[in-house]
């Protein structure tokens, strides 16, 4: 069987999803208003509802395994409610306790840094400048617990504002805008 993969860039307000199995969600945004795609792709990992960005599609499930795997580094990059202070970056960087289904998990360490060029981001209206600076930092991690970047970045005191994921191991975004999607080749995994 020939598998079928693809990347896509996720835009805000979509759930990582094609079909939708709950009534709560019923009126939710999902991917196959946006893409038109055999039945049994599916959506590599995932990105909340208020996340954007790169997100694979896949019908091979030994590809999705893999990615999704801890072996695999995830990269955002973050819009923070505040000037983000070296200490909180070092406090990422080592790894922090946050809680995930009401028990406290320690984070791996990550790799995090401020980011001083975001030309790069797509701009999006995400609230108006007389609340307060903003700062942007990017983090990479290789685990995926349920909206861990924002928790982390809640943890050390600068909640989470938007939240763009760049990176997939050696996939990238680039110049991708939202609600592209183009056919990749999958490396060697």
């Known amino acids: 069987m020939k598998h079928s993969y693809y990347k896509i860039y996720k835009p805000y307000g979509y759930l990582s999803q094609f079909v939708n199995h709950q009534n709560k969600r019923r009126n939710k945004k999902l991917l196959s208003q946006l893409f038109t795609l055999s039945d049994n792709v599916m959506a590599v990992g995932r990105l909340d509802e208020k996340s954007e ?7 091979d499930g030994k590809f999705s395994n893999h990615i999704t795997s801890s072996k695999i580094e995830k990269e955002y990059h973050v819009m923070v409610d505040g000037k983000i202070t070296p200490k909180a ?3 990422l960087q080592r790894g922090i306790e946050i809680s995930v289904e009401g028990k406290l ?10 980011l001083d060029d975001t030309s790069h981001i797509i ?6 400048e007389k609340h307060g600076p903003t700062s942007w930092l990017s983090i990479s ?3 995926g617990k349920f909206r861990q970047v924002r928790r982390m970045t809640a943890k050390v005191g600068y909640p989470t504002l938007r939240l763009v994921r760049v990176r997939i191991g050696d996939y990238a975004l680039q110049d991708m805008k939202p609600t592209e999607i183009c056919s990749i080749q999958p490396l060697q995994y």
Do not use: C, Q
């Open 53 to 59: 960005g790169l997100l694979l599609l896949t019908t």
């Open 89 to 91: 970056v070092l406090e």
């Open 105 to 114: 998990y320690k984070t791996k360490p990550s790799k995090a840094h401020i």
């Open 123 to 128: 701009e999006r209206f995400v609230r108006d």
């Open 141 to 143: 991690i290789t685990e």
